[in-house]
């Protein structure tokens, strides 16, 4: 079955980029849509951005224009790049796919945590 | 933006029992677009519940979805340990597309 596996730097320096990798295995990223979702600690669920294995994207406004979602279909593979972070983006980021029907998110990866910090 | 409101924050029961957990939104929901997840302890969110009323692949029927418009419920029948967890609903529709409700905690009585 279809599995998520999120990638990147658990640590990132206060006003840097904070720049994450969701590989897709088990299944083919083409025809769905792919997001990526944050939970800071105790806290609950925050959507940030999703891509189309196209390309389109759509954006939480929250994040204005410190944010930006990629795919790259020969690696399988979607990109979370998350710039001029502060310690409020300190969270478990998870990626997940969207169901094509009912739009709601039936694969998830096991998050990757990533702490804000110099 | 459409928000959720979970209800209550906090719910103990005991094993066995009925947990009844209630997600009110903002504005009118489409039934397709409500969905419910748990989440245990150092774990992702799974999917439970779609579009409203409709259990995902492999969730027991002890896990049952309703509601239309702005008033949806989750019951949980016959309470497993495994079971205690927080409990989300999620909505698809105007932007942002997507948001969530703050979870209610199910906790052991």
């Known amino acids: 079955q279809v599995q998520l596996q999120e990638s990147g730097p658990g640590l990132v320096k206060p006003s840097e980029t904070l720049s994450l990798t969701c590989t897709v295995s088990g299944g083919s990223i083409n025809s769905y849509y792919w997001s990526w979702i944050r939970q800071p600690p105790g806290k609950g669920l925050e959507w940030i951005a999703y891509?189309?294995?196209?390309?389109?994207?759509t954006y939480n406004p929250s994040f204005r224009s410190r944010v930006s979602i990629s795919v790259d279909t020969s690696k399988n593979q979607f990109s979370l790049k998350l710039t001029s972070v502060t310690a409020a983006d300190t969270a478990v980021y998870y990626c997940?796919?969207?169901?094509?029907?009912?739009?709601?998110?039936?694969?998830w990866g096991k998050g990757t945590t990533v702490t804000v910090s110099s | 933006e459409t928000v959720l409101t979970q209800s209550p924050d906090t719910l103990s029961l005991s094993p066995g029992e009925t947990a009844t957990l209630s997600c009110r939104a903002s504005?009118?929901?489409?039934?397709?677009?409500l969905a419910w997840y748990q989440q245990r302890p150092g774990q992702a969110p799974r999917l439970l519940i779609y579009?409203?009323?409709n259990r995902a692949p492999a969730i027991p029927d002890r896990f049952s979805g309703s509601g239309s418009g702005t008033d949806f419920t989750l019951t949980i029948s016959r309470l497993e340990p495994e079971d205690f967890a927080v409990y989300y609903c999620q909505q698809y529709g105007s932007s942002p597309p997507y948001t969530f409700g703050q979870g209610t905690k199910l906790e052991i009585k």
């Open positions: 891509v189309y294995y196209t390309g389109t994207t």
């Open positions: 504005q009118s929901v489409g039934s397709s677009y």
């Open positions: 579009g409203a009323s």
């Open positions: 997940a796919r969207r169901a094509n029907y009912f739009y709601n998110m039936d694969v």
